[in-house]
């Protein structure tokens, strides 16, 4: 069962940056989907990023692609996602999985404001 460990997260200003880390123990780490999901207080846990085996990137809309940068490090196997100019609606709990499996770990928190 593979298990993300997320980490990362923190306090942040509004305009800053923040870089997310999700370390995974599994054997074929290179052969997933692996996504990275929120969820804010009060709404239901959407997507924010996912990247496939071939490293393509799939955002679910242009404006999240536009400040979200998910990455993977196959050696390392780690899939980081990358925000740029945070803003208050970003503040959430943000969480990596392998897609498809339903295992998730304990998320981090992000928390943007001034």
């Known amino acids: 069962q593979v298990q993300p460990v997320e980490s990362g997260g923190g306090l942040v200003q509004p305009g800053k940056s923040l870089r997310l880390s999700c370390s995974v123990t599994?054997?074929?780490?290179?052969?997933?989907?692996w996504g990275w999901y929120r969820q804010a207080p009060g709404k239901r846990r959407e997507l924010v990023a996912e990247?496939?085996?071939?490293?393509?990137?799939?955002y679910p809309t242009k404006a999240i692609g536009d400040r979200f940068d998910i990455s993977r490090d196959t050696t390392k196997k780690t899939v980081n996602l990358q925000i740029t100019n945070l803003k208050a609606e970003d503040t959430a709990i943000y969480y990596c999985?392998?897609?498809?499996?339903?295992?998730w770990g304990q998320g981090t928190q992000v928390t943007v404001a001034s």
């Open positions: 999985t392998l897609v498809g499996s339903n295992n």
């Open positions: 599994t054997n074929n780490f290179a052969d997933y989907t």
């Open positions: 990247i496939n085996k071939h490293g393509y990137r799939y």
